[in-house]
């Protein structure tokens, strides 16, 4: 069985959880899309990891992973973090690695610093962006370039040409040298070599002998570079329409879709954000769901649930289940709003208007639930949460007209409840 985990907001929504708890059953776990941006908070046996590039398969004994030709690798940072798993797990992870992936190459962080996107989008400033454009350009360099040293200094020669005349007065661009970037290439990535190859046909033969395999997505559908708030969004595909293109396999034969969305919505870096909470309640959920960055440390923007944004997420995704995090976080609330339509110059509309300027002057429409006082992370059975707790879940799986299988109600694997509802 093929399973897919992936996010409904603007990512952070504890997907890092959920493939987790998932990894344990599957063989192959992969990531598909993003680089280093991404930041799954993963608690295995007490440790607390901030994964940016591994799968969270890695931290089971026989799982494969698979790091998929859609996503962009910075060796350096996928270096530190596989080693740190494999001190973890007392053993190096089975890895595969895209040869067709691209590669973050450090004039990419420098272009984000020049171009001034990390101020304006308010990026993670990891060289996302850069790395995905040059591949668009043609003028990427990819993981395949690492298997043969005089081929990669080349084309990493070639690009730094391009850049110099683009750049002539940026001394962090003067100072690269093909040769030494190379050599850090290799010297980060020799774990790698024997590794990189044809993942595609890896996660193929995997589904066509019936394997567990799940794909772990990075950011969320409101990030996704297509069909996201756009410009304020990430470069790559973050949804499971971008899923069996990032991979290499045909879309239909991934049967289930796990949807997770937080109990209530965050955002970090700029865009339009209808329902975020300025003020003490705003503050209040930021502090109770420690919401900061994994990757970058920033405060995460905090408000309601917004159910335009999940309808439209779950138009992308197609999710066949829900996962819903961080529930504990509201209890305390007297009134809980949601938001179920947005007001556009006195007109109210149901769907995200695709332009920036005009999601930008939505305001949402909300309908008020009553909260609950009871602690709910000691609760491990849906039936024994607080009624208006499961009212409140009813609210949204009601409204995208999937069902919840899984309620995460505290941070590490344990605090967890399976409804028992399932797409079966
Ligand atoms: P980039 O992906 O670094 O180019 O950043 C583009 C936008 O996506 C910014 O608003 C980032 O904050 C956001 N973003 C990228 N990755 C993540 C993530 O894993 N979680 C939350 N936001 C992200």
Known sequence: MATAVLGMQWGDEGKGKITHLLA???????RFNGGPNAGHTVIDRGVKFGTHQMPAGAFYAGARCVLAGGMVIDVAVLREEYDKIAQHMGEEPELVIAENAHLIMPYHRILEELEGSGEAIGTTRRGIGPAYRDKAARVGIRAVDLLDRERLEEKIEARLRLLRENWPEAGAIASLSAASIA????NAG?????VIGDAAGTVQAAMARGEEVLFEGAQGALLDLDYGSY???????????GLANSIGIGALEVKRRIGVTKAYTTRVGAGSFPTELSGKLGERLQQAGAEFGV????PRRCGWLDLVALRHAARLNAPTELAITKLDILTGMKEIRVCHSYRLDGREIMSLPASSEEFGACEPIYESVAGWS???TVVRRYEDLPHAAREYLAVIAHALDVPIFLVSVGPSPEETILTGFDRD
């Open 190 to 194: 020799q774990p790698f070599i024997s």
């Open 374 to 376: 009871e602690d709910i």
């Open 231 to 241: 410009p304020y969004v990430t470069s790559s595909s973050t949804t499971f329409a």
């Open 183 to 186: 050599d850090d290439l290799l």
């Open 24 to 30: 344990e059953n599957a063989d192959l776990v992969v």
């Open 295 to 298: 990757t970058t440390g920033r």
